[in-house]
């Protein structure tokens, strides 16, 4: 397969790369650091992504920005941006790149666990997270072509969990996540939340 990643260098991304790799051709993409530029809160730079790379079997992103802070610290910017970013972002993916992917394709999404799982700070990237299942499930509705969507909600990670600080315990690594990615590409039917 031809696969765009979007978010090839983040920790989940770069463990997805790795994932795919072997087999697949693997288009790299991120805000920076990448062969490919782009930034999901712009979509003339989707636009221009998808005008860069051509035709694709599949787009997997691992990538959107949301802000953490407490509710009572959380600006209407806070929310604008982690819609922008996470939400509309990953969103446009699917509707300006609907053209860019081949016949029985496959768009695989992130939201994540605090979709399901409640946390203090969390309201913003949770309603994001939440709102891409759901966008997910209704677009996999009308994708044409026997296109198919799906969205894969990772825990939080050991390396992130390490790089905050915060105590491991039974937190998977990226690389085990990036199976849930590998699976989402075959997964039928289509609009699925997957959990990694």
Same mark, same amino acid.
């Given at each position: 397969?031809?696969? *765009? ?6 920790? @989940?991304?770069?463990?997805?790369? =790795? ?7 693997? @288009? ?5 650091? /990448?062969?490919?530029?782009?930034? &999901?809160? #712009?979509?003339?730079?989707? /636009? ?5 790379? $051509? ?5 997997? /992103? ?8 407490? &509710?009572?610290? *959380? ?11 996470? *939400?509309? !972002? ?5 509707? %300006?790149?609907?053209?860019? %992917?081949? #016949?029985?394709? %496959? ?19 949770s309603a994001?997270?939440? $709102? ?13 072509? #026997? @296109? ?11 390396? =992130? ?7 491991? !315990? ?6 085990? %996540? ?5 699976k989402a &590409? !075959? ?5 699925? =939340?997957?959990?990694?």
């Amino acid at each position: 397969m031809r696969i *765009l990643l979007v978010g090839a260098t983040g920790t @989940i991304g770069g463990a997805v790369a =790795t994932a795919l790799s072997d087999g697949h051709e693997v @288009i790299r993409a991120s805000k920076s650091k /990448s062969t490919h530029k782009v930034d &999901l809160g #712009d979509k003339a730079s989707i /636009s221009a992504l998808f005008r860069e790379v $051509g035709k694709v079997d599949a787009v997997v /992103s691992a990538a959107g920005d949301a802000r953490f802070r407490p &509710l009572d610290q *959380l600006t209407d910017d806070d929310f604008a941006y982690s819609l922008a970013n996470k *939400l509309m !972002g990953q969103a446009n993916l699917v509707r %300006v790149g609907m053209p860019h %992917v081949n #016949d029985g394709g %496959v768009f695989v999404l992130t939201s994540g666990v605090l979709a399901q799982v409640g946390m203090a700070g969390a309201a913003a990237i949770s309603a994001v997270n939440a $709102g891409l299942e759901g966008f997910a499930r209704s677009a996999a509705l009308e994708l044409p072509r #026997d @296109i198919r969507i799906h969205v894969v909600s990772p825990p939080w990670v050991a390396e =992130t969990k390490r790089a905050f600080g915060m105590e491991v !315990g039974d937190a998977p690594s990226a690389a085990k %996540v990036a199976e849930a990615y590998v699976k989402a &590409l !075959g997964a039928t039917p289509t609009g699925q =939340t997957i959990p990694a």
